[in-house]
């Protein structure tokens, strides 16, 4: 990979989503009740959007133990100064992470760390932050001028759920082989009039299948070889995941809730986390394991702490997107869940947008202006009013595609055969709009 792709796929992690990675429960001080900070800081965030004190980048959210945590940075903090740069925007904001990132590949010498400015109450804070991704969501915010807010939820009992043609859809399926899902990062070309290319960082598979007349169990595994050869860990991690969904109406019930849940994955240095929970009334009781390591670590922590009926981990969304009207009306209003430290956030809508467009893909071996249009059902996961993921699905509920919006470039996943989507340097010699769809 020449130095233009590193450091595309750098920017690329400066906005990450809250999924596995390489750290365990929050990096809050002992005496702070870790979930309270979380509701604090988004609080927060929400005073800074109304009415912005400073004009850069405004903290929406932090990733745990990421370096922007670290060094002391919070929700609601305004990044005005990056490396001796003034920052007025992400794209500003982005650029100069990925060359303080690039200068430490290649440059032993260039110091580990550089200086952030931040607005924080009134006041400047200076942290010191070393050459990576910051781990953050940011919103673009100037003084004085309203940011943006989500849309307003629906009130309950207002939404119809279509939970049966999810589980038909589940039924028919279940007995197949899982739903593969090709993940790319779309980068400027390399090529004189191409507009962008294609970089593979991994793939995807996605099963579901129903549990009783009201249930769906869901299990995905995320394969990241490119993503963490970059971060250092070299081999492909996989990151596995099982789920319990219970289904509920919306009106005498909650629309779903989230029973049990198992995560496995990789760090960074090597060590091996496993996690399980389990809902009892509203508390969510878990078990987190970590083994090895770079220096080794053996250690389990046990927990419980209070689940919000709408609290859902980030890779079950697609399944309760997919249940919500095919309208352009609905918005629901969800808590996302982290696993790695498990506690909720709030702030997250879905709001559904109706029949649009599906994304183009580099892969597509027809040009733009031959190919047919093809739409489908499209669904977006917004926070604070930022695009944070869309979905599109068949009109049998079937998952089609996810396009993350949150970091620029753009990552996107797109359902296709299981060697489409392990093929790690060539385009898929297949049209993938045209490739069938198996699961939900």
Not at 141 to 151: C, K
Not at 286 to 309: D, H, K, M, Y
């Amino acid at each position: 990979m020449g130095l233009g792709r590193r450091k595309a796929s750098w920017a690329l992690m400066l906005v990450a989503g809250l999924g596995a990675g390489a750290a365990v429960r929050g990096a809050v001080p002992a005496d702070v009740d870790a979930a309270a900070d979380i509701e604090a800081q988004y609080e927060d965030v929400l005073g800074a959007l109304k009415n912005p004190p400073a004009r850069g980048v405004l903290i929406a959210e932090i990733e745990p133990d990421s370096p922007a945590i670290a060094a002391g940075l919070r929700g609601g903090d305004i990044i005005t100064d990056y490396y001796g740069e003034r920052i007025g925007t992400l794209k500003e904001l982005r650029a100069q992470v990925a060359d303080a990132t690039a200068r430490a590949l290649v440059d032993p010498n260039s110091g580990a760390n550089v200086l952030v400015k931040a607005f924080r109450n009134g006041k400047t804070v200076v942290v010191q932050l070393p050459r990576a991704p910051l781990g953050i969501r940011a919103i673009e915010v100037q003084a004085g001028v309203p940011g943006p807010r989500n849309p307003p939820a629906n009130l309950r009992g207002t939404i119809v759920f279509d939970w049966a043609t999810v589980l038909a859809a589940a039924q028919q399926d279940h007995d197949r082989e899982a739903a593969a899902f090709r993940t790319t990062m779309q980068i400027p070309g390399d090529a004189a009039g191409s507009g962008f290319d294609e970089q593979w960082l991994g793939w995807q598979t996605m099963a579901v299948e129903p549990d009783a007349a009201a249930a769906l169990d869901g299990k995905i595994e995320i394969h990241r070889p490119e993503v963490d050869a970059l971060a250092g860990a070299g081999a492909a991690a996989v990151t596995s995941l099982t789920f319990h969904l219970a289904l509920g109406d919306f009106k005498t019930s909650a629309p779903f809730l989230l029973d049990d849940l198992t995560a496995h994955y990789t760090t960074g240095d090597g060590a091996s986390v496993s996690m399980a929970g389990r809902r009892l009334g509203a508390a969510l009781h878990a078990t987190i394991t970590v083994a090895g390591g770079n220096p080794p670590r053996n250690e389990s922590t046990t927990f419980q702490g209070a689940l919000p009926q709408n609290a859902i981990i980030q890779p079950a969304i697609p399944m309760v997107a997919a249940a919500l009207p095919h309208d352009g009306n609905t918005v629901l209003a969800v808590e996302l869940l982290s696993i790695r430290d498990l506690l909720p956030r709030p702030g997250y809508v879905l709001e559904t947008l109706g029949k649009k467009p599906l994304p183009a893909f580099p892969s597509v071996t027809t040009s733009p202006t031959t190919r047919p249009v093809e739409t489908a059902w499209e669904v977006d996961l917004v926070f604070c009013g930022m695009l944070v993921e869309s979905y599109w699905f068949s009109d049998e509920c079937r998952l089609l595609a996810v396009r993350t919006e949150a970091a620029e470039p753009v990552i996107s996943r797109r359902v296709g055969s299981a060697a489409m989507a392990a093929a790690p340097d060539t385009p898929a010699k297949a049209n993938p709009q045209t490739q069938p769809v198996s699961h939900p």
